[in-house]
């Protein structure tokens, strides 16, 4: 049988894993193992941050309309609530970007669902 060197491939493998962690701080950079562990500990990380971003976009739409609409004096629960029984489909990312920089279309569209 012929002898079969498989040098290459783990050499390929571990210079695609030291590729990834590039930037990385200490051995985590230069160290298979531990590029591997920070490797995973990243991914991990970055899964879970991906939706926590979502969540904190929505919460900060919330308080940008929450503020506009605290100069008319109404709440935020209170106007969503006008919106869904006037059958009104905009959406809160929509609303907040209105509330920030249209404050006039805002006010019109609150005046409409009263």
């Known amino acids: 049988m012929t002898r079969v060197k498989r040098g290459t491939i783990s050499l390929k493998r571990r210079r695609n894993i030291l590729q990834l962690v590039k ?10 193992r531990l590029a591997i562990e920070a490797l995973k500990h990243a991914g991990r990380n970055s899964f879970r941050d991906r939706r926590k971003k979502k969540s904190e976009k929505r919460k900060l739409w ?5 503020g506009a609409l605290s100069q008319y ?40 669902v009263q």
């Open 23 to 32: 930037g990385f701080r200490h051995g985590r950079k230069s160290k298979e």
């Open 62 to 66: 919330q308080i940008k309309i929450n």
């Open 73 to 112: 004096g109404r709440s935020f629960s209170s106007f969503i609530n006008l919106l869904d029984t006037k059958n009104v489909e905009l959406n809160r990312k929509v609303l907040a970007d209105m509330a920030e920089n249209n404050p006039e279309t805002f006010e019109r569209i609150l005046k409409q």
